[in-house]
Nanobody, 127 residues
Framework: QVQVEESGGGLVQVGGSLRLSCATS????????MAWFRQAPGKEREFVSA????????IVASSVKGRFTASKDNAKKTLDLQMNSLNSEDTAVYYC????????????????????WGQGTQVTVSS
């Protein structure tokens, strides 16, 4: 099993910021795909961002574009998600997902493409 671990969630007021981190195996970082998804209560899991082969080029969902930025941290070997200007619609459990190999572009947003998942980290945005 490939271990996937998220961290950084918490409670923040509207307009605030949080930075999430996802750690996984070095091989998955170098050769695979990492992604962020989120799921709010009563809603389907939603794609947030993905990066392939730790190459610094991330795609971001239109719903968070301009507010969220995904980036790699070479020193910590993590995929980070910087979340700014948070609002109530961002309240969700945020999951890091990993596939040990590259994915074709059309599958990056598909949760079924990812074989390994972290336990999730709760982000709560309060008014």
């Amino acid at each position: 099993q490939v271990q996937v671990e998220e961290s950084g969630g918490g409670l923040v007021q509207v307009g605030g910021s949080l930075r999430l981190s996802c750690a996984t195996s070095d091989r998955s970082l170098r050769y695979g795909t990492m992604a962020w998804f989120r799921q709010a209560p009563g809603k389907e899991r939603e794609f947030v961002s993905a990066m392939q082969q730790f190459n610094s080029n991330a795609i971001v969902a239109s719903s968070v574009k301009g507010r969220f930025t995904a980036s790699k941290d070479n020193a910590k070997k993590t995929l980070d998600l910087q979340m700014n200007s948070l609002n109530s619609e961002d309240t969700a459990v945020y999951y890091c997902a990993v596939n040990v190999q590259r994915l074709i572009t059309s599958r990056l947003r598909d949760e079924r493409a990812y074989d390994y998942w972290g336990q999730g980290t709760q982000v709560t945005v309060s008014s």
